[in-house]
Nanobody, 115 residues
Framework: QVQLVESGGGLVQAGGSLRLSCAAS????????MGWFRQAPGNQRELVARITSGGSTNYADSMKGRFTISRDNAKNTVHLQMNNLKPEDTGVYLCNLGMLGYDYWGQGTQVTVSS
């Protein structure tokens, strides 16, 4: 059983920064992809960024240049450094792990950006 626990959300003013972390536990092996999705009220869940176990990354266009995803395979953790935050970045950020055709999700952490 895989479990994901996020941390690092909070309230920040526009232009500020936050760093989210996600710790995965359980049987994690082989090729996998860890990432962050965002769920805002009234909107569909959308990809923010993801990173493979080999280190390849991709970002949603609106996050490029502002957000950086990284991971530590030895610790099964993934981080999201978010800079120059905007009010439209507000939402619940959910950690995701894709492995062997299965998707695992964390409970999410709230990020609120005030204008």
């Amino acid at each position: 059983q895989v479990q994901l626990v996020e941390s690092g959300g909070g309230l920040v003013q526009a232009g500020g920064s936050l760093r989210l972390s996600c710790a995965a536990s359980g049987s994690i092996f082989g090729f996998n992809v860890m990432g962050w999705f965002r769920q805002a009220p009234g909107n569909q869940r959308e990809l923010v960024a993801r990173i493979t176990s080999g280190g390849s990354t991709n970002y949603a266009d609106s996050m490029k240049g502002r957000f950086t995803i990284s991971r530590d395979n030895a610790k099964n953790t993934v981080h999201l450094q978010m800079n120059n935050l905007k009010p439209e970045d507000t939402g619940v950020y959910l950690c995701n792990l894709g492995m062997l055709g299965y998707d695992y999700w964390g409970q999410g952490t709230q990020v609120t950006v005030s204008s």
